[in-house]
Nanobody
Framework: VQLQASGGGLAQPGGSRRLSCALS????????MSWYRQAPGNQRELVAT???????NYADSVKGRFTISRDNAKNTVYLQMNSLEPEDTAVYYC???????????????????WGQGTQVTVSS
């Protein structure tokens, strides 16, 4: 199972960018997909989560500006980022919480995977 993130780059304050993250490989189910970010000198923080069922969740700092969405047919999660601020500058990581089935033993195992990170820089 791999996560491939894309869409990072340079944006001006007030601008927009759209991140994508595609999950490849065989999973039994995807429980949730999320975006995290880590700015230099800071800990990695949760930006937004979209579960397979239920409502999305956002960090207070991005509410009303960022939107997370998911294409289940493509196993892809998106993060639409609007009204970008310099404080949004960070490496953005996608994350997936999935169930893997071992059919020989009919056993489900819950695992987490991380994408490689994509840099978003907001600067004039």
């Amino acid at each position: 199972v791999q996560l491939q993130a894309s869409g990072g780059g340079l944006a001006q304050p007030g601008g927009s960018r759209r991140l994508s993250c595609a999950l490849s490989g065989t999973v039994f189910s995807i429980n949730s997909m999320s975006w995290y970010r880590q700015a230099p000198g800071n800990q990695r923080e949760l930006v937004a989560t979209i579960p397979s069922g239920g409502s999305t969740n956002y960090a207070d700092s991005v509410k009303g500006r960022f939107t997370i969405s998911r294409d289940n047919a493509k196993n892809t999660v998106y993060l639409q980022m609007n009204s970008l601020e310099p404080e949004d500058t960070a490496v953005y990581y996608c994350h997936a919480n999935v169930d893997l089935m071992t059919w020989a033993t009919m056993t489900l195992e819950r695992k987490e995977y991380w994408g490689q990170g994509t840099q978003v820089t907001v600067s004039s």
